[in-house]
T-cell receptor, first 114, second 113 residues
Framework: DVKVTQSSRYLVKRTGEKVFLECVQD?????MFWYRQDPGLGLRLIYFSYDVKMKEKGDIPEGYSVSREKKERFSLILESASTNQTSMYLC?????????????FGPGTRLLVL | AQSVTQPDIHITVSEGASLELRCNYSYGATPYLFWYVQSPGQGLQLLLKYFSGDTLVQGIKGFEAEFKRSQSSFNLRKPSVHWSDAAEYFC???????????FGQGTTLQVKP
């Protein structure tokens, strides 16, 4: 079974803090993704990566950055957390960039920024 | 631009009743279509996907979906709903050769005893 793990299930941070969300997959997948999930808006893509040290902006990259130093690990960074970044963050991975590929999701990190 | 619309934000059905969740997409070429389910407090799990061939696709947990090109739809169905099916359901379309998915807004399913 593919396993995607996220470092925290719940996180509370203060405005202005730098926040790191970590994601690890164990299936040697090429692609990794970060989404945020908000009620009524579905999942929106923040960033994705198709290889080590490679990254592409998704639909809502503002206020976020990412790092992929190793194939299995994809980090999402909030440089200076703001209250409008309170959300559920989901990480996913897939085998390749073929659009038929299934994305496998982690359990999510619920972030509250005060 | 590609997009996915799930017209029903919230649906309530009685246990044992049939279910249909609607999904409409906008995509220029042959779409790759997915249905995912998210149980409370969990990540998303793939129910089924369509990328070619038979337009009626069978998935896990007794779900099926039918691709109708003429209606740009990919509706999810189940003949008899169980209480454990209460969850949020997302339809998605694969976007080009990037491996990206575009998700709909989601439909929350509540099951009455």
């Amino acid at each position: 079974d593919v396993k995607v793990t996220q470092s925290s299930r719940y996180l509370v941070k203060r405005t202005g803090e730098k926040v790191f969300l970590e994601c690890v997959q164990d299936m040697d997948h090429e692609n990794m993704f970060w989404y945020r999930q908000d009620p009524g808006l579905g999942l929106r893509l923040i960033y994705f990566s198709y290889d080590v040290k490679m990254k592409e902006k998704g639909d809502i990259p503002e206020g976020y950055s990412v790092s992929r130093e190793k194939k299995e690990r994809f980090s999402l960074i909030l440089e200076s957390a703001s209250t409008n970044q309170t959300s559920m963050y989901l990480c996913a991975s897939s085998h390749s960039s073929d659009s038929q590929e299934t994305q496998y999701f982690g359990p999510g990190t619920r972030l509250l920024v005060l | 631009a590609q997009s996915v619309t799930q017209p029903d934000i919230h649906i309530t059905v009685s246990e044992g009743a049939s279910l249909e969740l609607r999904c409409n997409y906008s995509y220029g070429a042959t779409p790759y279509l997915f249905w995912y389910v998210q149980s409370p407090g969990q990540g998303l799990q793939l129910l089924l996907k369509y990328f070619s061939g038979d337009t009626l696709v069978q998935g896990i947990k007794g779900f099926e979906a039918e691709f109708k090109r003429s209606q740009s739809s990919f509706n999810l169905r189940k003949p008899s709903v169980h209480w454990s099916d209460a969850a949020e359901y997302f339809c998605a379309v694969g976007a080009g050769n990037t491996g990206k998915l575009i998700f709909g807004q989601g439909t929350t399913l509540q099951v009455k005893p």
